[in-house]
């Protein structure tokens, strides 16, 4: 039995698995000077916004030397525009002692999507209306490509996206298993199961032309067959994530 | 080259006997060389409906040990002359057909045949597998009742996925739908999926549709491949699929219920 099943022991904590939303600083080489004037310039474009924020230092970019990387100056440099370094992902071996030298975390480098961070709050922008283009953090990235299945994805089948969104042109079977990291498009009866936002992202939605489900799933909020008849059975509907509650809706014909 | 058909289904007790030895004796009796295969190995069951179990004398596991030649093994039918049969073992395990040994068979076979019929064993493990590994095209026999179709449901999945086929990304195996069992009778009361219901929720191409019939199981038991009873529905019926599977377009028959005569609207009110 696990510790945190014994009833009636108050422990003193529990661990749980999250999944945060970040900033990520690309860095491609590292200059002091340089440093503090671009992220002076960075800042004063949404002060608000840069506010205590965790920041990891992303280094699957980096063309500067290893010996040049002085993260003692770059979470000196965050700390005084109250930005807080907490990690390095990517970087090469190297790279990866320094950072563990300054007692910063290490993530895994990898294809993680990153959004250019030109969503500032509303609010925020004002402020800095009168730029007339507004710098960007990043190069623009294409957003991960949707994966299209085009046959029936039969019983004992299972059909995964590990980035975006899943779109199936066919039925999903019975005892068939469909996830995505993103939305789950279903262009056929859904009769097994689906999951979407299986990365924790509870803005992601499952579409299907007759719902028919085994389970549904977002973002780990699930709802079994049993407790999906009563509303939108056999009918097109989407099915999203309202206050960590399952909510289905009809699909309008447009 | 031969053309390869595998008769699969997942669920046992279907019919996948009673059909290979349909579909072998019907491409046979319109002139194709044609050989059938029992990969039922332990249970083989194919040479009783072909009424051919007591001239077994090497199986198709000799043949793949090489204790026998194919000439050997193969047994000639008696009653159509372009028809062959290859008798699974009853004294072996399913692990002794080997990938490469079911290879060198059919390799050789199809040098010699036009068609193929590999009966499968019920189930999804090894013996399955051996026997839909080669295949060009798939009959799917299917039970019009749930549990029968989900299960074919997944041996399309594992056809998609796990035969040469797939594995060599050439063009995927032809499935072909086979409903049999049938009784309109029942669909009518509610007992039975439909054909509709099980073409809906299995989208592949219906190939046939056999009525049940105390016929199946009376030439079962005599050793009469079905189709060689020509007067009844059932034989008609197989008759009509194995057109189909050569291309021919044929109306389906045998899905709604028959029409009372006479007498029996006149007693029975109906």
Redesign the interface.
């Known amino acids: 039995m696990s510790e945190t099943a014994i009833p009636g022991v108050k422990h003193c904590f529990q661990l749980k698995s999250a999944s945060v939303s970040m900033t990520a600083l690309e860095l491609y080489f590292f200059d002091d000077g340089e440093f503090e004037s671009t992220l002076r310039d960075k800042i004063s474009q949404a002060p608000g916004f840069f506010k205590d924020i965790p920041l990891i230092i992303s280094l699957e970019k980096y063309e500067g030397l290893s010996s040049e990387l002085d993260f003692f100056k770059i979470i000196g440099t965050c700390r005084r525009y109250s930005i807080h370094v907490i990690g390095v992902r990517g970087g090469n071996d190297d790279q990866r002692r320094l950072a563990r030298g300054a007692s910063l975390a290490l993530l895994p480098g990898g294809n993680q999507r990153d959004r250019e961070i030109d969503t500032v709050p509303e609010a925020e922008t004002t402020g800095a209306a009168d730029s007339p283009t507004p710098a960007r953090v990043e190069s623009h990235r294409e957003p991960a490509p949707a994966k299209i299945i085009n046959?029936?994805?039969?019983?004992?089948?299972q059909v995964y996206a590990p980035a975006g969104d899943l779109i199936v042109l066919?039925?999903v079977?019975?005892?068939?298993e469909v996830l995505a990291a993103g939305n789950v498009h279903v262009y056929g009866p859904l009769?097994g199961r689906a999951l979407a936002g299986i990365h924790g992202s509870e803005h992601a939605r499952v579409f299907c032309q007759s719902l028919e489900a085994e389970l549904v799933s977002i973002a780990g909020h699930y709802k079994i067959s049993e407790d999906l008849q009563d509303n939108g059975w056999k009918t097109a509907v989407q099915i999203q994530l309202r206050d960590d509650l399952l909510v289905v809706t009809p699909l309008e014909k447009a | 080259m031969a053309r390869i058909i595998v008769v699969t289904s997942g669920k046992g007790g279907v019919g996948k006997t009673t059909t290979s030895a349909s579909i072998s004796t019907g491409l046979a009796k319109r002139g194709h060389k044609t050989v059938v295969i029992d990969f039922d190995v332990g249970l083989r069951n194919l040479d009783l409906i072909m009424n051919c179990e007591r001239r077994v004398v090497y199986d198709f596991v000799n043949v793949i040990q090489g204790e026998a030649t194919l000439n050997q093994a193969l047994i000639r039918d008696k009653r159509v002359d372009t028809l062959y049969i290859l008798p699974a073992s009853q004294t072996r395990e399913k692990e002794a057909l080997t990938k490469e040994g079911v290879e060198k068979v059919i390799n050789e076979l199809s040098e010699r045949f036009d068609y193929i019929v590999c009966d499968s064993p019920a189930g999804i493990e090894h013996g399955a597998l051996m026997a839909l590994y080669y295949a060009d095209e798939a009959v799917v026999v299917t039970n019009p009742e749930v549990s029968s179709v989900r299960d074919s449901d997944r041996i399309l999945g594992i056809l998609q996925s796990k035969s040469r086929r797939a594995e060599m990304g050439q063009d995927p195996v032809k499935e072909h739908l086979l409903l049999t069992r049938y009784n309109p009778d029942r669909v009518n009361r509610g007992e039975m999926l439909s054909v509709a219901d099980v073409e809906e929720i299995l989208a592949i191409p219906l190939l046939g549709v056999i009525p049940e019939s105390q016929i199946v199981l009376n030439a079962s038991n005599q050793g009469l491949p079905v189709i060689l009873e020509e007067d009844s529905d059932a034989g008609q019926a197989y008759e009509d699929a194995v057109a189909r599977l050569l291309g021919e377009e044929r109306e389906h028959r045998f899905m709604s219920s028959q029409k009372k005569g006479f007498f029996s609207r006149m007693f029975k009110g109906g």
């Open positions: 046959q029936p994805v039969r019983s004992g089948q066919a039925p079977q019975a005892g068939a009769r």
